[in-house]
C-alpha cells in the first residue's frame, strides 16, 4: 500500500534536510548532484550525473534505499553494490525516516558515497 499524504509530507521533509546538508555545491551539481524517488513503500537515493561516454546523456544511479515494512513500523535500509543489487546495510533496520537519512549520511562503512 503507498505511503498517505502525512507520510509523504514527512517523507519529502526529511529528505529535504537530508538534500540540504549532503548535496554538492551549487557549482558542482551539474557534474554530480542527489535526487530522491518514492516508489510503493521505497525511498530510493539516486546519483545524478552526465554519461560518462555521452555528457549530454544525465544518468540516474540508486545507492540507498529505505522499504518501510508496515507490520513491523520500521525502515529495511539496503545499498546498491556494484554488481547492480540491492544488499541488506550493516544497519540494516531504522525506527523512523530520520535515522535512516542519518545512516545514509553517518556512511559508517562506505557503501553509499564511497
Excluded at 7 to 19: G, P, V
Aim: glycine share 4%.
Amino acid at each position: 500500500m503507498p505511503f498517505n499524504e502525512v507520510d509523504l509530507k514527512r517523507i519529502e521533509k526529511a529528505a529535504a534536510t537530508f538534500m540540504a546538508e549532503h548535496r554538492p555545491p551549487a557549482h558542482v551539481r551539474s557534474q554530480l548532484d542527489y535526487e530522491y524517488q518514492i516508489e510503493g513503500q521505497s525511498l530510493e537515493l539516486l546519483e545524478v550525473r552526465p554519461q560518462w561516454d555521452r555528457p549530454s546523456e544525465i544518468t540516474r544511479r540508486p545507492f540507498a534505499k529505505a522499504t518501510y515494512v508496515r507490520s513491523r513500523n520500521l525502515w529495511k535500509v539496503y545499498w546498491m553494490r556494484g554488481n547492480l543489487t540491492w544488499h541488506p546495510y550493516e544497519t540494516s533496520e531504522a525506527k523512523s525516516i530520520d535515522q535512516f537519512f542519518s545512516i545514509v549520511g553517518a556512511d559508517k562503512f562506505g557503501c553509499f558515497f564511497g
